[in-house]
């Protein structure tokens, strides 16, 4: 599928030609310099490989300097692959823009790492209700989980019980948004909706609107 990396900036809204207010989220999405491209005959199946986001010479490890170097690409902070996409017309070093991938309108889903919340009860991280209300005589136990326990067969807890634990924090991709606009110049673009993680947080657009080429 068809896309681009980028970082969240933030949101904000704008007004569509009917002038209704629409939330949007502002991501940057600079050029991504090409670093590889698979095909079915050397590699199996097709993709691009895309890199983005300047990263200081030093700070890269040999293995990707060399494969930077063979590219012809400088040093980047991200690297990530675009399967069953070869972009036509491009090779090894050069760079996609936004509007050689997307237009206003287009379907997106956008992939990103979640906020992470920390240590969480089950309230919060599995929207549990709690015990009860204070008139059943729980006095400081309304957001407890209850008991797990199991009777003497299977005399165990299954595996996967909703419990408290690490909320947050995950791979999450939200399907389905749209292209409100377009920024060539800045370099931004403007997504119905919100969007995974931070601001600040790198973020994978994959474009469904276009059929692969």
């Known amino acids: 599928m068809k896309g681009l990396i980028g970082k969240k900036v933030g949101m904000t809204s704008v007004f569509d030609e009917l002038g209704r207010s629409i939330a949007v989220t502002v991501i940057e999405v600079p ?4 670093t590889q491209i698979k095909t079915e005959e ?21 293995a ?16 990530r692959e675009f399967r069953d996409f070869i972009p036509e017309g491009f090779e090894v070093g050069d760079e996609l823009n936004i509007e050689d991938v997307f237009s206003v309108g287009d379907r997106v ?5 979640s906020k992470g ?12 209700s709690g015990v009860g209300g204070q008139t059943h005589g729980q006095h400081n136990r309304e957001r407890a ?9 299977p005399s165990r807890v299954f595996k996967g019980m909703k419990m408290a634990g690490r909320s947050g924090n995950k791979r999450t991709k939200i399907r389905n948004l749209s292209i409100a606009k377009i920024y060539p110049d800045t370099n931004m673009v403007l997504v119905t909706g919100g969007v995974p993680g931070p601001n600040g947080g790198y973020v994978l657009i994959h474009n469904k609107s276009q059929s692969v080429s």
């Open 31 to 34: 050029a991504c310099s090409i």
């Open 42 to 62: 050397t590699d199996g199946y097709n993709s691009v490989q895309l890199a983005a986001f300047d990263k200081k010479e030093k700070s890269v490890t040999k």
């Open 145 to 153: 989980p209850g008991a797990i326990g199991q009777a003497s067969d």
């Open 109 to 113: 889903d956008v992939v990103g790492v």
């Open 117 to 128: 919340t920390g240590f969480t009860g089950v309230v919060k991280r599995h929207n549990f």
């Open 64 to 79: 990707l300097s060399g494969h930077f170097e063979k590219a012809d690409v400088s040093a980047k902070k991200m690297v």
